[in-house]
């Protein structure tokens, strides 16, 4: 535990800069977003107070507009304002616009009536009527929803780093991604530390007396102005090209930190999920990006892998992986499973990625159309004899896989098949393996080195490059360790990749990271 | 001066005020009386434009009150609610700062009134940092006149300014009020549903029921000329009380022993009966000696007093 502990506090220590921005980014768009939401809620509260009627309405669309997904809400800003921060404000904005409007309105229509009738009857204007009387009074009620807002926007804010909004998600995902507890919890432990002093912050500054509250109302809008002031600071370094790298990409010797301390790649750089980066990149708003070799994207999207001349990304063979009782259990297995085996190069993955990702086609259509193809197809036999348990990570690539997989049990042996796909990361999918959930899922050498057996630096470094060695390695140590077999290589290499645009990389004469980071220099 | 010609309002089937007409003079207080839901209130808030009557017009000071910017009317006229309707986020003082700031007059000539006006009201001077809460409801109720008086309106409407004390509270507050000189140059027209409060200070009271006015006219007129049963049994239960305080010595003049041609200190003949008997209560004297307006003095005592008063009794009766 102690120790647990100071490594965290090392993890935080080594990355203080990065932790520091992050935060300020996490405060700034939290701000930010909440200043627009009180320039639009504040008045729409008023007026639907003022005109009842509306009311219904008003309160109606901003609660639907509450539930969306974050994900899907950050999501559907994406073809209308891009990536970065100008999606994530409006994102935030969004949600911290209920409570605002909702607060308003039910604090200026909880005004005791007299007192609204004593300002009219002194001569008061319905102008001065707001000003002096009703925002005032529903001042403490307008403040519970600010505050609501402001923890509902902390909250959210670290979704930001899916659309390179910056923020402490990127310490979070990219930790989740990592398998690293120690980057999750130096996201997550500011994060709700800041969620926690901002709520009792605001909550002093709501349960002040009038006389206070008036002068805490002049410094309120000030503090929150600065506060989102934040975000406007300038990132690190600029550069003439723009990169977008996953959280994950971020944080490993095998991505990013490799590309600066191996290459010496100097280039401005924004965090971005793996689900619009490709998008992104072919609008042309990132010139470079992270990506995985063997993604259909890339054809779809018309891109180009940067050769990796100094090899800093280990090969990523894809081999099913299976518990050893498993195979006890089917006998026939192992066999039908190394049916596959170098059998999908890496322009025949692509190819199959692309049709699922890009054409829209089932994997069980993508599936089928390959083995038929390669005449590894044949009819289910039906059997009863017992079931076959196919696990799979939540990405295209591994669900065609386990399609095939099931095809060809189904086709060979007597066993039934359940697949249980969409298992989120690796972490997920390999505890439903040892847990005894599943029976096998496609795994990639490099995922099982790193992530899973995560060995002595230098051992990672010294087999890292070499495909063979890597695959010898996790054979032997998933064998001791987990008692789990790696079955023979299906043959494609799905490792990290740099990309370009196809005619970005012909007219900068960019076809290599080096020739990249020259260029880079130069520029 | 304030006149309503035949103003009505309907709030959807109740008829709240049913072609009310009336004329208040200059420096007048008329007391609207009558029970509760007669329309009294409403009454009150046409005359400033919270409510807008259905039908009729008002003119203060003969000017049609519908042409004038509602607003700027009502900074002229002292409106104090039934509901007090203090603004519970300012002081005291800031409280009654309200329409002066909107008048924008200078900080000091506020503070100067301020002072002025707690002073007359018996609030204490460091209430004025206190918020509304802090207060007690007989406070708030003066803080309430307060904030109607402060720039001297020369109409004041008052809607049951006392209502919210006990019995005791009340009647010590309507003396002072009674007494506050401030008051004595104002057109006021006052809501009250408590007939002795409507005596103590009306020159006149409207009486009202179910938004019709049943009859306007002095204390004295409404006891001794009621118009109808309504008005009769309106008044009956406190009906003794009543006329003690509306019948003064003068009245019963004729019907009190003769006296001598006198000088010296003698109490004037304005006297009402009540603080006439009050007055013989209270102190250990048996006589009480007035001087009528043929600068003859009486020397009367307790029996005498009563036996006057019946006799001026019988006699209105058999008028
Ligand atoms: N805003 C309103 N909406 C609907 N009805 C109203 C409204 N104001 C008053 N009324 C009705 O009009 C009638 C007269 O009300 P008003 O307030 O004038 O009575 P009041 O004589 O002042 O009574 P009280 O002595 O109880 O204050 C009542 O029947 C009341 O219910
Ligand atoms: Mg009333």
């Known amino acids: 535990m102690n120790e647990h502990q100071q490594t965290l506090w090392q993890f935080m220590h080594e990355q203080s800069d990065k932790l520091f921005a992050q935060t300020l980014q996490h405060v700034g768009l939290t701000f930010i977003s909440l200043l627009f939401a009180i320039a639009i809620g504040l008045p729409l509260g008023i007026l639907i107070a003022r005109k009842r009627k509306l009311s219904g309405t008003v309160l109606g669309i901003a609660g639907v507009l509450q539930t969306v997904p974050s994900i899907a809400l950050l999501g559907f800003m994406i073809p209308i304002l891009g990536i970065g921060a100008k999606p994530a404000i409006v994102a935030l904005l969004i949600y911290a616009l209920l409570p605002i409007i909702r607060n308003t309105y039910t604090g200026i229509i909880g005004i005791n009536q007299h007192v609204k009738e004593a300002a009219r009857a002194m001569g008061m204007s319905k102008s001065q009527i707001l000003l002096k009387v009703e925002l005032p009074l529903a001042m403490p009620v307008i403040l519970a929803g600010i505050r609501t807002a402001t923890v509902i926007n902390v909250g959210v804010a670290t979704l930001a780093s899916f659309i390179a909004a910056g923020g402490l998600g990127e310490f979070i995902f990219g930790g989740i991604s990592l398998n690293n507890t120690n980057m999750i919890l130096a996201g997550a432990i500011p994060a709700a530390l800041l969620a926690i002093i901002l709520d009792a912050l605001l909550s002093l500054v709501q349960k002040m007396d009038f006389k206070k509250l008036r002068k805490a109302l002049y410094v309120l809008p000030v503090a929150i102005l600065i506060l989102g002031g934040f975000y406007a600071l300038p990132s690190a370094y600029g550069s003439s090209l723009t990169a977008g790298f996953t959280p994950e990409f971020m944080g490993r010797q095998d991505g990013d930190l490799g590309l600066k301390s191996i290459y010496g790649l100097k280039i401005h750089t924004i965090v971005i999920s793996d689900a619009v980066m490709y998008k992104a990149a072919f609008s042309k708003e990132l010139d470079v990006i992270s990506g995985y070799s063997t993604d259909g994207r890339l054809k779809a999207f018309d891109l180009k892998i940067l050769r990796d001349d100094k090899s800093i990304f280990p090969p990523y063979y894809a081999a099913p992986i299976v518990r050893d009782e498993a195979l006890k259990q089917f006998p026939q297995l192992a066999e039908t499973l190394n049916l596959l085996a170098g059998k999908i190069t890496d322009s025949v993955m692509t190819d199959l990625n692309y049709r699922t990702d890009y054409l829209h086609q089932t994997p069980e259509r993508v599936a089928k159309d390959f083995l038929i193809s390669t005449g590894l197809y044949k009819a289910p036999k039906n059997g009863h004899n017992g079931v076959v348990r196919i696990g799979s990570k939540i990405f295209g690539e591994q669900y065609i896989l386990a399609e095939m997989y099931s095809m060809l049990i189904k086709g060979n042996t007597d066993y039934e098949v359940s697949t249980k796909t969409g298992l989120g990361g690796t972490k997920i999918c390999f505890d439903a393996l040892m847990n005894d959930q599943i029976d096998f899922y496609p795994e990639y050498t490099g995922t099982g080195l790193l992530v899973l057996l995560q060995p002595d630096p230098k051992i990672a470094k010294e087999m890292a490059h070499d495909k063979d060695k890597t695959y010898d390695y996790v054979c032997t140590e998933f064998e001791k360790k987990f008692k789990i077999k790696w079955l023979k290589p299906i043959g494609f290499n799905n490792s990290y990749a740099l990309m370009m645009l196809q005619k970005q990389s012909k007219d900068l004469n960019v076809n290599t990271i080096t020739d990249l980071k020259n260029y880079l220099d130069k520029n | ?319």
């Open chain 2, 1 to 319: 001066m304030i006149q309503l010609k035949e103003i009505s309002k309907k709030f959807g089937d109740t008829l709240a005020v049913n072609k009310a007409s009336f004329k208040v003079e200059e420096k007048e207080t008329l007391v609207l009386l009558g029970t509760s839901g007669c329309g009294k209130t409403t009454t009150l808030k046409m005359i400033n434009r919270l409510i807008e009557p259905d039908a009729g017009q008002v003119f203060i000071n003969g000017e049609n009150i519908t042409n004038q910017d509602p607003d700027v009317l009502r900074t002229g006229i002292g409106y104090v609610m039934q509901n007090i309707g203090l603004f519970p986020h300012y002081t005291v003082a800031e409280n009654i700062a309200v329409v002066p700031k909107l008048l924008k007059w200078d900080k000091e000539k506020i503070k100067v009134r301020t002072r002025e006006l707690i002073k007359k009201l018996h609030l204490s001077e460091n209430s004025l940092s206190m918020f509304p809460h802090e207060l007690s409801g007989g406070q708030q109720q003066r803080v309430g006149l307060a904030r109607a008086l402060v720039t001297d309106p020369s109409v004041l409407l008052m809607d049951e300014p006392f209502g919210a004390l006990d019995n005791v509270t009340r009647t010590s507050i309507q003396k002072e009020f009674k007494g506050l000189e401030e008051l004595k140059r104002k057109t006021i027209v006052m809501v009250t549903h408590d007939v002795q409060e409507a005596f103590e200070l009306a020159d006149r009271i409207c009486l009202m029921d179910k938004g019709k006015i049943i009859q306007i006219g002095t204390p004295k007129e409404l006891l001794y000329q009621p118009v109808n049963d309504f008005a009769r049994k309106f008044l009956a239960g406190q009906r003794l009380a009543l006329e003690f305080k509306v019948v003064k010595i003068q009245d019963i003049w004729p019907y009190l022993p003769k006296g001598a041609l006198q000088d010296g200190k003698s109490l004037s003949a304005d006297l009402n009966v009540w603080d006439a008997m009050e007055l013989l209560r209270s102190s250990d004297r048996s006589e009480l000696l007035v001087s009528g307006t043929d600068k003859e003095s009486k020397a009367i005592n307790f029996e005498q007093l009563i036996k006057g008063f019946n006799q001026f009794q019988n006699a209105q009766v058999h008028e």
